[in-house]
């Protein structure tokens, strides 16, 4: 079974810049998360899709990110413009369900964003 | 708001010994589940173990094992048997029953030395 795959990998841009990562989820899951990882901190939630419908943006920054699951598989998360303080990993994470017991999360590789 | 604190930042043991991860959690909740993740160098987390709240019996996975104390609103992490490819951060983790906001502890980096 195909793992949660992401992308890029790796990207720096200059503050006041805009970024898009992209997410694929494991098939079928129909359940899909965003998190921001800061150095030295563990994963803080941002955005929680159930098929292409939010169940939970309530931390995410509103006025500089953004991010849609259009057809209930794959996601993409934007940021602009970028701050300084946006550094991170970036993780997308799946999960078969919301229940149990379907509520375990499969973690991607992240996208580690520098912001210069 | 539940939160989870992670009071060791790092931590080193020696291969072949045995490591215990301490981890305590503050919810008003009764019903939750809690996990510690394993995240290596420069590769991606995966889930080491779980325990939901209900169950009174601490849960082993092969050299991992866990001490849950619900009432002290503790959830420690032991290693048996370390190896060098345990070298890792490791999280641990809250979620609500029927929750999927999971609230991560800021880590603790473990080296195990040969």
């Known amino acids: 079974e195909a793992g949660v795959a992401q992308s890029p990998r790796y990207k720096i841009i200059e503050k006041r810049q805009s970024v898009a990562f992209w997410c694929n989820p494991i098939?079928?899951?129909?359940?899909l998360y965003w998190y921001q990882q800061i150095l030295g901190q563990g994963p803080k939630l941002l955005i929680q899709?159930?098929?292409?419908?939010?169940?939970?943006d309530s931390q995410l920054p509103k006025d500089r990110f953004s991010a849609e699951r259009l057809k209930g598989v794959d996601s993409t998360l934007k940021i602009q413009p970028a701050k300084l303080e946006d550094s991170a990993v970036y993780l997308c994470?799946?999960?078969?369900?919301?229940?149990?017991?379907?509520?375990?999360?499969?973690f991607g590789p992240g996208t580690r964003l520098t912001v210069t | 708001a539940q939160t989870v604190t992670q009071s060791q930042p790092e931590m080193s043991v020696q291969e072949a010994e045995t490591v215990t991860l301490s981890c305590t959690y503050d919810?008003?909740?009764?019903?939750?589940?809690l996990f510690w993740y394993k995240q290596p160098p420069s590769r991606q987390m995966i889930l080491v173990i779980r325990?939901?709240?209900?169950?009174?019996q601490n849960a082993t996975e092969n050299r991992f094992s866990v001490n849950f104390q619900k009432a002290a609103k503790s959830f420690s992490l032991k290693i048996s048997d370390s190896q060098l490819g345990d070298t890792a951060m490791y999280f641990c983790?809250?979620?609500?029953?029927?929750?999927?906001?999971?609230?991560f502890g800021a880590g603790t980096r473990l080296t195990v030395k040969p």
């Open positions: 994470a799946s999960s078969p369900g919301l229940a149990a017991p379907s509520y375990e999360q499969y």
């Open positions: 098939s079928g899951h129909a359940t």
């Open positions: 899709f159930q098929n292409n419908g939010v169940v939970d």
């Open positions: 919810t008003s909740e009764s019903n939750y589940y």
């Open positions: 325990q939901e709240a209900y169950k009174q």
């Open positions: 983790a809250f979620m609500k029953y029927n929750n999927n906001d999971m609230r």
